[in-house]
Each structure stands twice: as structure tokens, then as C-alpha cells.
């Protein structure tokens, strides 16, 4: 081996490296930045599941979130529902589960198991789930029904909003995206606000009823 | 004509001395008797290892999810510390055959180091995944490069290849703010890396080295498909390491070119060209354009034959 044509490589090689760590810096565009969610600035509570498997509520209008309840040992939370008897969560291990929560306390009001069970498998999406596209490079919008932009976003192109929910009134959209981060903004010009930075995007959070 | 005459002939015309001679004709005879073990029963001993590995694995993986966190991270130890030791016996044998097997052995062991980091990251000290995966290559790909320094040869090269590969790719995965082409430079990026140091002597065997650069050159338009300019630099990649087949005598990388030129061409014409030039006309002039290169190519060895 030529020392001379080896110590060339290496500079080559440290030159070529040095290079595309320069481009690819240059190439970095930021995540989008949301405010935290001050008290009172948005009124209504949302329900998700967190990285470790447990159930969160986060009361918009406190400005507050808490953990309801956390399923370690029943497999991964494959479906979430907020109705009028409560919190629904269902869990698949050998078979589904189903078990309904106090929205207050996380205390078990019901729970169902076997064919009286939500089967997550035939569950569909949530019927108030918004479209999002990516209608040019580095702008993410998500849109109404009616095709009405409700948010424009510049994010790279990695980024991604997994779930997009609007509330039941329609005040208030919450969305989940790609770097684990749950939001919520007024439709139209209001800038999201963080509600949490460890969501899961599946199940989708949900709004109260 | 045998060897020894082959031999006298070269020492007649001045090509090699008698000493040179004589310790070719020592080597190479010495070489033939040692070997006692056909290369069709060392293929059969390799399939019956693997398949006993295949085996052991499956009934592994029946208790593997009842095992404590300390007992998955105890075995995969005991596993990963096996096979290392067993490769060090191998490449002690005077058998080639068994000296090769030491490859295989020490191939398994850098699985093996994958598994034990990923186990003690994951389950014993609760690292996010993503982090996970980026240490578990960075780990595996230092077991791998160690490795490969103790004995250089086609499997602990590509095993040093694919964990390094695959360590670029969990850095740059977990970053959400890099596009997609980040991914796409960093293979074409590190696998020139890996030809200027396989051109420099640094790594061997040379001829998988030069695979594996050229491989991850070709990737370079991979992530963004069709995305102009993309195509366009893979076909240069194929074109460039077609000239360096030349330059270098490697048919590898003349390969690895017309292998790059055979995927890029097409994917060029139809970004240019859309529907309005049909598949047929495309595949023409991906045929055109490789067979011009291939006689340019022989024209150029013929040029540059000593």
C-alpha cells in the first residue's frame, strides 16, 4: 500500500464527508413551533393515548393535562372513544377488552370482554377526522369538508400530520403529528397551541363529546 | 503444461528467479496437500450449520417473550460470546476449510452484538426506540470494523459494510427536519468513501470492497425516485463507475455501471419524456446507449493495456 496515495484517500475521504455534512445541513428546515397553551385561552378536553400506553385528558381551558389510566400489562391501546358514558378504551391480549372510564377520576364504570367488546380490528376512523395534504414542497394544510384551508404549515418533508380531529362543535381542531406532538387550533388563521410531546398517533385522540 | 514447467519457463525468460520459484511451487503445493476437505462438503457442512442455527433460533423464540429482561440480555450474551470464541478456534485450524468457517462464526458474532445491545437498551435500560436502533448499529458496526481488522475477508466486510450503512441510515432516519435526498447523499457519499480507501489499499478484499462502494453510489437516487435530478446523478454514478472499471480493471464496478445505467436510463427518459415516448423507444435507447458504452469500454481497456 502507497503511503502517499493512502493518506490522499483519507483526505479525499475527509473532504467528500465534510461535504455532504455541509449540504445536508444547509437542507435542514425547521419543525413547526406551537405555543404553549396558556389557561383560558381555548375551552374544551381531549383524550389520547401517550407514549407508555396510558390515557390522557387534556382540559384546554385549565391549561392542564392528566394521566386517567395506564394499561402496562394488556397490549397496546388500540382504540379510544369519548362518549356520553364516558372514556372507552379497548385492548387486544388474547382477546379484546373493553373498558369504560370516569373522564374525572379513571375509575372502571364498565368493562366488556369477547364478542361484547369493541373489536379495535373492524373499528373505523373517527367520522370528524380532517384531510391533510401536502400541496407543495415543505407546506402542510389541513382542510375542511368543504375543501376550506383551516392551516397552513411550512414543515419538512418528513413531517407529517398523522390525525387531524375537529371538535363536535366545530370551534376547534386538535391534531397529532409525526414527531409525537398533540395541538389544537381555532380554524383559520389562529396560530396551534401544544397540548402534549408524547402521543400516539392510533388510536386518535378524541374530542368530549 | 504443469506448474513446475510454467515455473522453469518464467525463471528462463527472466520473468521470476529461482528463489521466487521455488517459493511459489513451496506455497501453492503446500496449499493443495493441506486442504483436505472439497469445497462441495464444505457448502454441505455451512447448510447443515445453518440449518441448525435456523433451529435453535425458532426454539428460541418459543421462550424468548417468557424470559426476564436480564435472562433475554444473559443469553443473547452467551450466544454473541460463543460464536466469537468458537470463530477464534476455527481460524486456529491448519484445515482451510476450517480456518474459512472462522468467517461464518465471527459473521453470526456481530448478529449476535446487535442483539445483546439491542436487548440491553431496549429492555434493560428503557431507550426510545429510534435512539435504540442508532446505537444498536453504532455498537454492531464497532464489533464489525474490530472484526474485520482481526481477519479481512468477504463476510466481515460486508458485515462492516451493512451495519455502517445501516448506522447512517438510523442517524438520518430519526431526524425529521432532513429531506429525503439527505439519505440518498449520505449512501453515495460514504460509498465513494469506501472506494478511495479500497483504491488506497486500506480496505480489503478489494473486490467486495468495490462492490460495496459502488452499491452504495448507486443509491444515491434511491429515496427520491423519479425526482429530477435525481436520475440524472445515478446515471452519472453508473457512468462514473464504469469509466473507474476501466481505470481500475475491476469488472465489479463495470458491473455495478451497467447495472446503474440499466435502472437510471429508463427513469430518466420517462421524468424527460413522460408517456410521449412509449416503453419500447425507451428500451431502445437504453440499449443503444449500453451497448455504445460497452465499446467504448473495450476501446479504452485496449487503449490503456500495459
Known amino acids: ?209 | 503444461m504443469g506448474m513446475t514447467e510454467d515455473l522453469e519457463r518464467w525463471v528462463a525468460a527472466g520473468l521470476i528467479d529461482p528463489d521466487h520459484a521455488r517459493a511459489i511451487e513451496a506455497f501453492e503445493t503446500g496449499r493443495g496437500r493441506s486442504s483436505q476437505v472439497g469445497r462441495g462438503m464444505e457448502a454441505v457442512a455451512y447448510l447443515g450449520a445453518s440449518l441448525v442455527l435456523v433451529a435453535l433460533a425458532i426454539l428460541a423464540m418459543e421462550f424468548w417473550d417468557r424470559l426476564e429482561p436480564w435472562g433475554q440480555f444473559g443469553l443473547s450474551v452467551i450466544v454473541t460470546a460463543v460464536l466469537f470464541v468458537v470463530g477464534l478456534i476455527l481460524g486456529r485450524s491448519d484445515e482451510p476449510a476450517v480456518s474459512r468457517a472462522q468467517t461464518f462464526a465471527w459473521f453470526l458474532t456481530v448478529a449476535g452484538i446487535g442483539l445483546t445491545a439491542q436487548v440491553a437498551l431496549r429492555q434493560l435500560l428503557d431507550v426510545d426506540e429510534q435512539d435504540a436502533w442508532v446505537y444498536v448499529f453504532l455498537v454492531s458496526m464497532l464489533g464489525a470494523i474490530w472484526l474485520w481488522w482481526s481477519r479481512s475477508s468477504v463476510l466481515q466486510m460486508v458485515a462492516m459494510g451493512v451495519t455502517t450503512w445501516a448506522t447512517v441510515i438510523s442517524l438520518i432516519s430519526r431526524t425529521e427536519t432532513l429531506p429525503d435526498w439527505a439519505l440518498g447523499l449520505s449512501f453515495a457519499g460514504l460509498g465513494l468513501v469506501w472506494l478511495l480507501l479500497t483504491w488506497a489499499g486500506a480496505f480489503t478484499p478489494v473486490r467486495t470492497s468495490y462492490a460495496l462502494g459502488g452499491i452504495g453510489m448507486l443509491m444515491i437516487a434511491i429515496p427520491e425516485g423519479n425526482q429530477m435530478p435525481w436520475p440524472l446523478l445515478g446515471l452519472l454514478v453508473g457512468l462514473g463507475l464504469m469509466a473507474a472499471s476501466v481505470r481500475l480493471h475491476q469488472n465489479v464496478l463495470l458491473a455495478l455501471g451497467v447495472a446503474g445505467l440499466f435502472i437510471y436510463i429508463p427513469m430518466t427518459i420517462f421524468e424527460w419524456f413522460g408517456e410521449s415516448l412509449g416503453v419500447p423507444v425507451a428500451l431502445l435507447i437504453t440499449g443503444l446507449v449500453l451497448l455504445g458504452v460497452v465499446v467504448a469500454i473495450i476501446r479504452l481497456r485496449k487503449d490503456t493495456q500495459p
Not at chain 1, 464527508?17 to 435542514?28: E, K, R, T
Not at chain 1, 376550506?148 to 371538535?167: G, K, M, V
Open chain 1, 1 to 209: 500500500m502507497s503511503r502517499r496515495r493512502l493518506l490522499g484517500a483519507i483526505v479525499a475521504s475527509v473532504v467528500v464527508i465534510a461535504a455532504v455534512v455541509v449540504i445536508i445541513a444547509l437542507s435542514v428546515i425547521p419543525l413547526p413551533e406551537f405555543a404553549t397553551l396558556p389557561a383560558g385561552e381555548l375551552d374544551g378536553s381531549m383524550s389520547f393515548v401517550d407514549e407508555e400506553n396510558c390515557v390522557q385528558i387534556a382540559d384546554l381551558s385549565a391549561g392542564s393535562v392528566t394521566k386517567l389510566s395506564c394499561e402496562p400489562d394488556q397490549g397496546a391501546i388500540d382504540h379510544l372513544a369519548w362518549t356520553d358514558s364516558g372514556v372507552e378504551i379497548t385492548t387486544y391480549f388474547n382477546q379484546p377488552i373493553t373498558k369504560v372510564l370516569d373522564p374525572a377520576t379513571g375509575e372502571i364504570l364498565e368493562t366488556r370482554t369477547g364478542d361484547e367488546a369493541t373489536d379495535p380490528s373492524e373499528a373505523e376512523r373517527p367520522a370528524d377526522e380532517l384531510f391533510v395534504n401536502r400541496p407543495a414542497e415543505g407546506v402542510i394544510v389541513i382542510y375542511d369538508d368543504d375543501d376550506n384551508d383551516l392551516l397552513h404549515l411550512e414543515a419538512p418533508e418528513r413531517y407529517w400530520i398523522e390525525t387531524a380531529i375537529q371538535s363536535a362543535d366545530g370551534r376547534l381542531v386538535g391534531f397529532a403529528d409525526s414527531t409525537g406532538r398533540l395541538a389544537v387550533f381555532e380554524p383559520r388563521g389562529a396560530r396551534p397551541y401544544l397540548v402534549a410531546d408524547d402521543v400516539r398517533s392510533w388510536p386518535p385522540p378524541v374530542w368530549e363529546p
